[in-house]
Nanobody, 116 residues
Framework: QVQLVETGGGLVQAGGSLRLSCAAS????????MVWYRQPPGNQRDWVAT???????YYRDSVKDRFRISRDNAKNTVYLQMNSLKPEDTAVYYC??????????WGQGTQVTISS
């Protein structure tokens, strides 16, 4: 069974940076398209970024040029580097495989709170 553990969240001021990590087990991140999603308070979970098995990356428009998704194959871990953070980035952040994101199998997420 695929398990995903997200860490790295916290409380930072607007303009600050955070790096989120997603440690995977039961799957090999380099062989999957891996995704980050986020769920703001009272809202649905929304897609943020994708890294494909080929290393291509994609971002939602609101985070393009501020966030960067990457992976460390040796650690079987996916990262989300978040810069120039804004209050509207406040959310619980989750990672998953592309296929897993269509199921109910999600990790516990990591809370990101941006103060203005």
């Amino acid at each position: 069974q695929v398990q995903l553990v997200e860490t790295g969240g916290g409380l930072v001021q607007a303009g600050g940076s955070l790096r989120l990590s997603c440690a995977a087990s039961g799957t090999i991140v380099s062989r999957n398209a891996m995704v980050w999603y986020r769920q703001p308070p009272g809202n649905q979970r929304d897609w943020v970024a994708t890294i494909t098995s080929n290393g291509n990356t994609y971002y939602r428009d609101s985070v393009k040029d501020r966030f960067r998704i990457s992976r460390d194959n040796a650690k079987n871990t996916v990262y989300l580097q978040m810069n120039s953070l804004k209050p509207e980035d406040t959310a619980v952040y989750y990672c998953n495989t592309q296929s897993g994101s269509m199921t109910d199998n999600w990790g516990q997420g990591t809370q990101v709170t941006i103060s203005s």
